[in-house]
């Protein structure tokens, strides 16, 4: 249920930019979700409709995913992450706080946990459209 | 592309009356052991006290505290709600680490930051204490710019190398209009002062010494012995010269 706290955020960001574009109703919300931090979409989507204001009122929610690309500091190896080599109280850390993932995942190639999340970390929002 | 995340923590943090940081720009001068001992006093005074480690490479306050990382496990209700120990209500990485390290750079600590201030329901408080990492890198930079109302107290130890450190951070705070509440002096073992001198020299109030005192570290893990100690009980001494009431109080 965590995913109320990021919905939260996506509302209250997509509340100021419409203010900021004086937008009277938002009508499409599009959100990236990085698969590090394993959102639910179905959890994400359901907290959106209950936190709503008003001027989301007829806003339709884009939900898109993002594949996790890691990067070594180290040797420079790319590679994707994987959710189904971590257990579930790892995986359940990542998805709480995605950074952890350099205390559990390392380079495939030289060991390392220096690394770079080049994509897919978290949540973010792409787009928002309305009407003024 | 947008960050959201930002914009919600100053709803998550609306309800604290004070934010107060306390930080150094040198490490092993006894932050986190301030830091816990002014959370733990202030509870023993009747507030509601949040403590939160941002110290995410090296944090220490969960040992200072004697937390059982087995059994202190976040409540998912709508984000993330603190464990309640003792009255504190305690916040830090470890929980989802454990004692295995977590190697971050600097943009990884602001990313971890950020999510932790975002997901994590502090509720009504009357104050958060974050015990900050050593310096003036990326955790004072993000605080300064996320948390409007947020205070400093800065601790630096007798030394020479300490306070010109502390200085340099000092500096900064006031060049960014950031209200300090005072320098602390902890771990004194002579009767110099040096450090009173040079810190109303910066327009800084000096908050006071704390002697060092061996018997701290035989404290880590008892909060009732940590409390007994000099530290402790000088410690009730500065919560009240800084004014640290509950709002009702003041």
Redesign the interface.
Known sequence: MHEWALAEAILTSALQIAEKEKLREVTEVTIRIGELQQVEPSILRFALRELKSEVFRNAKFHILRAKTTLKCHVCGTSWQFDLKKLDKATAEAIHFVPEVAHTFITCPKCGSPDFEIVKGRGVWLENIKGAK | ????????IS?RLSRISRIIAVSSGKGGVGKSMVATTLALTLVRNGCDVGLFDLDFTSPSTHLILGTNLRRAK?K?????IPPTMNGLHYMS?VY??GE??????GA??S??LI??L??T?WGKLDFLIIDMPPGIGDAVLDMVRLIKNIEFLIVTSPSTLAFETVRKQANLLCELKMPIIGILENMKMDTGNYIQMETEKLGLRYLGEIPHDPQVEATIGDQPKLLATTLGKQMRHIAKKVSLTKKSEE
């Open positions: 592309m947008i960050d959201p995340r930002t914009s919600i709803k976040p998912e209700e709508k984000g993330i990485l989802f680490v295995k390290p977590a190697p971050l750079r990884e600590t990313n971890a999510e932790l975002t997901i329901q």
